[in-house]
């Protein structure tokens, strides 16, 4: 069944059909080639896939964020976070970093991340002197946070398929996304340093023999107004995490409430959001929607497909027939996460492996939430590597950059985005600690 199912699909994906069919296509012909399952049956659990009730928060987080990002939250968002690190060495960067934290918190998206702040902030760097790639790759790099910061599409999809409470997902993601970016604004601070680059402004003042970030200062917003600007977009993502924590409404109410909190400050408090610019955000939320639905929908068949020929307990007895040891055991799942985030989109590369990995893990003793962080982070820095890298691929098509220089300049980046993952992945602690304190 196993091997049967992943050649189809490879043949399908070279055969550059989209992941959503081939994988429901490979699922359909491995039931038809290797049992005695009916049909039909394969067709209602295709249907099936949609129905989950949890999966309604998935379109309504993705309109939230377009709600957001068309009423005029994402400005506040980066003003926000230039007047707290735009004195800093390599401030724009910088901005860069702190800005896919704070929208991170919004959209739940990488790549909405990359297409909504890159088409500002990678002009921005470009202006300021920065090479293109590098640029390019900073700004790759940094929404690499956002699946891991709640709201998160990619762990809501992962607690759908794997059965783990979304709520403790969330709560999961929190230490390690600030941890991420804290590692990345130090990498940005030395390679900034070690290339020569800076903020003109910066130079501008030395050139005068004026402090640094005095001129750059000027130039920047006013902290508390910035601060006061932002407060409600700020808001949101406490709403949505205190009022799961206290039980006033699940992750999928949540969703809901976001999406009228959205539409409420950016009708009556920032008062930007048009009709013309609501259409615009729900037909682009409708665009990705359907994409990660048509997947879901394919994973529930994929599922039963591989519980039908038992493929995850052949899985799981291959692998401790290799080791029992739980570090080794570690380092595999890393190994097969990081070359499968390579070629296939994060989502989709979930919803392929979780069915395998989730029975092996935890024979192992591993905690599903904490499964749950390092599977995302994996395929979240799989945005940053070829040959399919979408979230570096994006990026250096808004930067006008090849995507060989934009590879290389990502290097200290995506060396960085490894140790991240090793201290997930090996201190455990670093995500349980806040759910463990909080849900208990």
């Not at 890393?334 to 893990?361: D, H, K, R, S, Y």
């Not at 940053?384 to 060989?404: N, Q, R, W, Y």
Request: glycine share 8%; hydrophobic share 60%; net charge positive.
């Amino acid at each position: 069944m196993g091997p049967t199912i992943l050649s189809t699909f490879g043949a399908a994906m070279l055969l550059r059909v989209p992941v959503g069919f081939a994988l429901a296509a490979a699922s359909f012909i491995a039931i038809w080639l290797t049992t005695d399952a009916p049909l039909s049956v394969g067709a209602q659990r295709l249907v099936a896939g949609m129905t989950p009730f949890p999966l309604l928060a998935i379109p309504l987080f993705v309109l939230a964020g377009a709600v957001m990002n068309e009423g005029g939250m994402t400005k506040r968002m980066l003003d926000l976070a230039d007047s707290l690190v735009g004195g800093m060495r390599a401030g724009i960067a910088q901005t860069t970093v702190l800005s896919s934290l704070l929208f991170g918190g919004i959209s739940g998206s990488a790549v909405a991340s990359i297409s909504s702040l890159g088409r500002i902030l990678i002009p921005a760097m470009k202006q300021r002197e920065y090479k293109p790639a590098y640029a390019s790759a900073v700004m790759a790099a940094a929404p690499v946070v956002d699946p891991i910061m709640p709201p998160s599409i990619t762990m809501i999809v992962y607690g759908v398929v794997s059965g783990t409470s979304i709520g403790a997902l969330f709560f999961a993601g929190i230490v390690p996304a600030f941890l991420y970016v804290a590692i990345l604004m130090l990498v940005v601070h030395f390679t900034s340093k070690w290339l020569g680059f800076t903020d003109k402004a910066i130079a501008d003042a030395k050139a005068l023999n004026r402090p640094i970030g005095t001129i750059a200062k000027e130039d920047r917003p006013p902290f508390l107004s910035s601060l006061w600007k932002a407060t409600p977009a700020l808001l949101l993502p406490l709403i949505i995490l205190g009022g799961i924590r206290f039980g006033w409404f699940t992750p999928t109410e949540a969703a809901a409430v976001a999406v009228v909190y959205a539409l409420l400050v950016g009708i009556f408090v920032y008062r930007e959001l048009t009709w013309k610019k609501f259409l615009f955000g729900m037909a682009d939320s409708a665009l990705i929607v359907g994409l990660i639905m048509l997947v879901l929908a394919a994973a529930q068949i994929y599922s039963w497909a591989l519980t039908l020929g038992l493929v995850p307990q052949q899985a799981a007895e291959a692998i401790f027939g290799i080791t029992s040891n739980p570090i080794i055991l570690l380092l595999l799942i890393n190994a097969v996460l990081l070359v499968t985030g390579m070629f296939i989109e994060a989502n989709a590369a979930l919803i392929i492996l979780t069915p395998i990995l989730l029975p092996v893990a935890t024979a192992a003793g591993i905690d599903p939430v904490h499964l749950g962080i390092i599977i995302v982070v994996n395929l979240s820095i799989g945005l940053l590597t070829p040959p399919v890298g979408i979230g570096l691929m994006l990026a250096a098509e808004i930067g006008k950059v090849s995507m060989v220089r934009a590879v290389k300049a990502v290097v200290p980046f995506l060396l960085a985005g490894l140790l991240f993952l090793l201290l997930i992945t090996f201190v455990p602690e670093i995500s349980l600690w806040l759910p463990n304190l909080l849900l208990q």
